[in-house]
């Protein structure tokens, strides 16, 4: 019997993205069976059920009963052995090839992961007014948010190309009451809806969100988009020498005081 290759997709729906890319690269199956909720629930990840088949266009299938038995088995064997047997592991505490045969994928995949056929299905960045994304929740916890000095920074910096009406995008509306003070009206509506918002925007300041990047680089040919430095690691060189006049990656060193 063949058995096939998966990849795991988990996480939230920003490391789904990347996982799929993934599947696609190695020409396997994408499965969303760790989309249960008690999966989410027991590993503290935001959940986002089934709503990455709203944006990209991929055939679910079943997944295969011995991928499922050899990454239970591997996932056990990795935390008490520090070895697997027949899964990739590529996260950030785990890094393991496995020992006998290659049959599973799992991780976030996402260093020099976005080249320019990253892009999804086209349509204009018509819209004009700046979008900004605010991630809380989760982020909270982990102690992972942006604080309000690089709002500020972006805000002044995009002032040099545009002094249209600010909006905001978020998951945590308490979390995004601190940024209020800057002029932001909440657009928040669904995951789908705000995911098209941030696409179709020509001015955008991206959180470290990787729902918010992957929305960001949409249309990136006709966008000014301000993105964190610390995600800078996740772009091809090929992709940041094309659009380099449309991705601005925000230090402290780069920005007016």
Known sequence: MRIKKVVFGFGGAGNNFFQYQKAVKEKCLYSEFLS???????????????????????????????????????????KTLKISLFTEFATKNIVKSPIINLYNFFGYYQIKSITPEFIFEKNNADKMA???????????????????????????????????????????????ANFKKFGFIDASKSFIADFNTIKRHKFVICSNSTFALIASIQNIEEKIVFVPSELQKLFSKNFLLKYSKNLMFITTENVPK
Do not use: E, S
Request: proline letters at 2%.
């Open 130 to 176: 700046v979008i900004a994304h605010f991630r809380g929740g989760d982020f909270i916890k982990h102690k992972n948010t942006l604080d309000i000095k690089y709002y500020d920074k972006c805000i002044k910096l995009m002032k040099n190309h545009t002094n249209a009406q600010m909006y905001g995008i978020t998951n945590d509306p308490d979390f995004f």
């Open 36 to 78: 249960k909720k008690y999966f989410y629930k027991l590993a503290g990840w935001i959940r986002h059920k089934d709503k990455l088949a709203q944006i990209i266009d991929f055939n679910k299938t079943k997944t295969p009963f011995l991928n499922i038995f050899f990454l239970f088995i591997d996932l056990l064997l990795v």
